[in-house]
């Protein structure tokens, strides 16, 4: 990534906000970072966010005056949003926080490896460029007790297994609770399905192949930059003439 | 009671470093009061009330304002902070305003007093007991 990652912090505590400045200085060599900016109550910080563009916000949510949650909607109505992720030392807001369209949640006291974890989620989407994020596409995820929003756009593909569904981004895979048809009928424009048990996301798409698998010829679909091949199965081979016409 | 400020204010210490000057703690504590027999954590606990329930929702912070004095054979605490006026807080359980009653008991039996109230803006505890020294 050329450009760092462009971050703001927000929390009424002094101490909290020069932690998390140490954390992202540390982390600066794994993800290029900068805080661009921070603010100790909620209308100090949309005053600056409205004047800067940001990729993320590291939020407090318990703060005198505005809280978190009344920031985070506001700051879905700048032109350019920018990702938040909540920092809070309670777990009880959880659920709203992820109505109001965060990115992650984070435990105070925060430690490195999982602040990092939480800003590569946001990397991909900055590194797209000025283009605003689409608002909701994304899928939701329940991971070891937190809820998470993966944008689609990182989404690889979506597999049925026996009991459950899971989905592979590049970094890692989710089970999720909701069948493949459910995830198909909500985003037909982006999730392909090649296979009674496999959605595949078409933006990473990069083509199929013909295969010899025992004694037949298979259609198995290639991903970008991904070594696993995923099978076709011959009910849905039409996708490929569809795929061959653009 | 000079132990027991001297916890409270260590405690003060802990919070000023987190909330800055946002919290302002005003002691005025008579010397004669010091060597106090009380029951041990009254003063902290309260002080900590004050402080989640009055200074922290509060942007501009506030001050809590911590009296003790001697009248006649009574040693008397009081303690003030802002009530914020419409908190999103919720108003807690009183746990700690229960427990610091039921030590006053133990120790003290009907000899002691303790009253909690609101009046103009300010939440107030108010605590009477009898002056035994060592």
Not at chain 1, 52 to 61: M, R, S
Not at chain 2, 91 to 101: E, Q
Not at chain 2, 113 to 122: D, H, I, K, L, V
């Amino acid at each position: 990534m050329a450009e760092p990652l462009r971050v703001f912090i927000v929390d009424d505590e002094g101490p909290a906000r020069a932690r998390l400045r140490s954390l992202l200085e540390d982390s600066a060599g794994a993800l290029p970072n900068q805080v661009v900016g921070e603010a100790a109550c909620g209308a100090d910080a949309l005053a600056a966010l409205e004047q800067v563009v940001v990729d993320v916000v590291l939020l407090d949510i318990r703060m005198p005056g505005m809280d978190g949650m009344e920031v985070a909607r506001q700051l879905a109505k700048l032109h350019h949003p920018p990702g938040v992720i909540f920092v809070t030392a309670y777990d009880a807001h959880a659920v709203s926080a992820f109505e109001v369209g965060a990115r992650d949640y984070l435990l105070k006291p925060v430690r490195a490896e999982r602040l990092l974890e939480a800003l590569r989620r946001i990397a991909p989407v900055a590194d797209s460029g000025t283009e605003a994020r689409p608002a909701g596409r994304a899928i939701t995820v329940n991971d070891r007790g937190r809820v998470l929003r993966v944008p689609l756009a990182e989404v690889l593909f979506l597999r049925a297994e026996l009991k459950y569904v899971t989905l592979r981004t590049r970094e890692r895979e989710f089970v999720l609770d909701e069948p493949l048809t459910k995830l198909e009928e909500a985003f037909p424009d982006e999730l392909l399905r090649i296979h009674r048990s496999c959605l595949v996301n078409r933006g990473q798409l990069a083509g199929f192949e013909m295969r010899r698998l025992g004694d037949e010829n298979h259609w198995v679909a290639l991903l970008k930059d991904w070594p696993d091949a995923l099978p076709v199965s011959r009910r849905q081979a039409h996708v490929i003439r569809m795929f061959r016409q653009g | 009671m000079a132990k027991e400020l001297e916890l409270a204010r260590a405690y003060a210490e802990i919070e000023a470093i987190r909330l800055g000057d946002r919290l302002r703690v005003v002691w005025q504590c008579q010397p004669e009061a010091m060597d106090a027999l009380v029951p041990p954590l009254i003063v902290q606990p309260l002080l900590e009330n004050a402080v989640y329930h009055g200074v922290e929702p509060c942007e501009s912070g506030g001050e809590v304002n911590v009296a003790i004095f001697l009248r006649g054979d009574q040693l008397n605490l009081v303690m003030r902070n802002p009530c914020a006026a419409q908190s999103r807080r919720q108003g807690g359980n009183r746990m700690a305003l229960n427990n610091i009653r039921e030590r006053l008991d133990l120790h003290f039996d009907a000899e002691a007093e303790m009253s909690a109230y609101r009046s103009g803006g300010e939440f107030v505890v108010q605590i009477r007991m009898p002056y035994r020294h060592g």
